[in-house]
């Protein structure tokens, strides 16, 4: 999309907690095991909050390390958005709580909660601000403390799932420099039942019944969730590249949301993707929900695999049900 102004990816920044949830350790848990783990999803471990360790403390941390890389102080930052499904409470907005903490005094902040596609939703939000000369800084949290929802007596849902969160400064650049180049986004609330939370919201009153029957744990059809997070995050990325003029030897890595191995191994085939493109480290954190993609993407920082120029296609899918894809420039320096 041609504009005189272009959200620039300046640095990533990222924070998971410090306790490890293995396979081994739910295996005393539920009946399941290493080997069907791996197999069936690509995950070893997972990270998992501690007691009075709250997302908060995450999106802190990742803002900080994020500003550092970017050299810059809390003060340049004009606005903060938090994509998570699990803030510290759903009231006050979690964005509030991170501008206070990072003394941003010219800040504004606000949650934006779009489940696994929260991340590729806080791009769409973020470069429209600054495309349209709202905004010259925003810092893009995205993650989720997931671990306190999660049924650790149910083995369909508790092997999945983590704790984690990432930052991401998007800065006002040049319309032809690197940054945000292409988004596109879909919904079907059709599926809003196959993934969800029942009692998190107005919906369900927090009841001794409702906490009885288990209503605050996540529940899913994980295998038709399976099959339409393959279906969308494929076909969202195939029109975005179309529309772009490109093919998918045209980018350098492929960041897809991390929920399941299979679920991206599929879709990465199915682009015709080189192996080399794909980004993946789900075996180390399982599904951290709005986490995943940057986390993946400061991973591939760590490593020497996104530097500046690199050529980015993120694709995402989640509860709602809600997709995207995001086809990007890197333009921070490497560290
Ligand atoms: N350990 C051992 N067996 C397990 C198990 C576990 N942790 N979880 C499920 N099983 C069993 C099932 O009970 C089922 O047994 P049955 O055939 O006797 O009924 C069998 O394994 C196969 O279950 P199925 O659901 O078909 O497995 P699957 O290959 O689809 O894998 C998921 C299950 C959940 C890993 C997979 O469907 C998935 O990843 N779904 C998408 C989840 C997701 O991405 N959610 C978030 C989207 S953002």
């Known amino acids: ?4 102004i272009r959200a620039q990816c300046r640095a990533v920044g990222s924070c998971l907690p410090q306790q490890v949830l293995d396979n081994a350790m739910l295996e005393r848990m539920v009946d399941t095991s290493d080997e069907w783990i791996r197999t069936r999803t690509g995950i070893r471990e997972r990270r998992m909050v501690a007691d009075g360790e709250y997302l908060s403390d995450l999106a802190v941390a990742s803002c900080r390390q994020c500003l550092q890389r ?8 004009d606005g903060i958005i938090v994509a998570t499904s699990t803030g510290d409470f759903s009231m006050p907005a979690v964005a509030n709580v991170v501008q206070h903490r990072l003394a941003a005094t010219r800040a504004w902040g606000y ?6 596609n929260g991340f590729v939703s806080g791009i769409a939000t973020a470069s429209a601000l600054i495309e349209a000369g709202r ?3 925003i810092l893009l949290v995205a993650g989720d403390v997931m671990t306190p929802y999660i049924d650790f007596q149910d083995r369909n849902t508790c092997i999945l799932f983590g704790d984690g969160c990432g930052a991401v400064l998007l800065e006002a650049g040049p319309g032809d420099g690197p940054g945000v180049i292409d988004w596109l986004m879909g919904s079907d609330g059709a599926g809003a039942d196959l993934l969800k939370i029942p009692c998190s919201g107005s919906a369900i009153r927090p009841s001794p019944a409702a906490l009885d029957r288990g209503d ?6 994980g295998r038709q969730v399976y099959n339409y997070a393959i279906r969308h995050m494929t076909e969202s990325c195939q029109q975005l590249l179309q529309r772009n003029g490109l093919g998918i030897g045209d980018v350098d890595l492929l960041i897809p949301h991390q929920a399941n191995q299979r679920i991206m191994t599929n879709v990465a085939e199915r682009l015709q993707s080189r192996p080399e493109q794909l980004v993946s480290n789900i075996d180390r954190y399982g599904n951290t929900t709005a986490g995943t993609i940057p986390l993946a993407m400061a991973d591939a920082l760590d490593d020497g695999r996104l530097v500046a120029g690199s050529r980015v296609l993120v694709t ?9 894809s995001v086809y990007l420039t890197w333009g921070g320096s490497s560290t």
């Open 316 to 324: 995402a899918f989640g509860a709602g049900f809600s997709w995207g």
């Open 1 to 4: 999309m041609p504009t005189a």
């Open 70 to 77: 970017a050299g810059l102080e809390a003060e340049a930052v």
């Open 135 to 137: 905004c010259q800084r």
């Open 111 to 116: 949650d934006l909660v779009n489940a696994c």
């Open 216 to 221: 605050h744990f996540l529940k899913q059809e």
